[in-house]
């Protein structure tokens, strides 16, 4: 079966500061991945994405870096704000259309 | 646009109760989805749909089953209700492949 895993299941930073959530996948045949915000009660909401045929991408105040190699995945969000105080997970699309959840990893914001 | 619509917000069942938890979409999306996360954990895909008349099992389906009868609804249906399905249920759709997904706000399940 998929394996999703997450470095660390809990980060706290300082508001202003940059933060790095870490992600491993185990299916080297997966081509795509998304990272997810979910906060307190609420449905996950995207991110960003990333193609298997890319190592990087950026979004607003935030990138995603992909590891092939390692089967690694990072979600590095610039100038932490207090807002982006959540849980958030990686998901990766193996060859069908089924995507494979990590447990995540719960953000803390400290003003 | 709504998005995407989950009833009820909260249930309580009891053992061996059915229902029916109600999704609906107003995107026009060609693809939806029905996971669980219990607690602490990722969500499971329990079964997904690329399209109306068409459905098909994900990581987690026994002891559910679903319907898409049109593009917008897609609802899941727990038969003989157990305390192993006491989660947190969500909806998502995506617009012409699994790309990215649309979740609804979800439906918290107890079953005693």
């Known amino acids: 079966g998929e394996s999703v895993g997450l470095h660390l299941p809990t980060l706290s930073v300082q508001e202003g500061d940059n933060s790095i959530i870490n992600c491993a996948y185990s299916?080297?045949?997966?081509?795509?991945f998304i990272w997810y915000k979910q906060e307190s009660g609420k449905g996950p909401q995207f991110i960003i994405d990333?193609?298997?045929?890319?190592d990087k991408r950026q979004g607003q105040r935030v990138t995603v870096l992909l590891n092939k190699t390692v089967k690694h995945l990072s979600l590095q969000i610039a100038a932490t704000q207090p807002g982006d105080s959540a849980v958030y997970f990686c998901?990766?699309?193996?060859?069908?259309?089924?995507?494979?959840f990590g447990t995540g990893t719960s953000l803390t914001v400290i003003p | 646009n709504a998005g995407v619509t989950q009833t009820p917000k909260f249930r309580i069942l009891k053992i061996g109760q059915s229902m029916t938890l109600q999704c609906t979409q107003d995107?026009?999306?060609?693809?939806m989805y029905w996971y669980r996360q219990d607690p602490g954990m990722g969500l499971k895909l329990i079964y997904y749909?690329?399209?109306?008349?068409?459905?098909d099992k994900g990581e987690v389906p026994n002891g559910y089953n679903v319907s898409r009868s049109t593009t917008e609804d897609f609802p899941l249906r727990l038969e003989l209700a157990a305390p192993s399905q006491t989660s947190v249920y969500f909806c998502?759709?995506?617009?012409?492949?699994?790309?990215?997904?649309?979740f609804g706000p979800g439906t918290r399940l107890t079953v005693t």
């Open positions: 998502a759709s995506s617009y012409q492949g699994p790309y990215e997904q649309y």
């Open positions: 299916n080297s045949a997966s081509d795509y």
């Open positions: 990333i193609r298997s045929n890319m």
């Open positions: 998901a990766e699309r193996n060859t069908g259309n089924q995507f494979y």
């Open positions: 995107m026009n999306h060609n693809y």
């Open positions: 749909s690329v399209g109306a008349g068409i459905t």
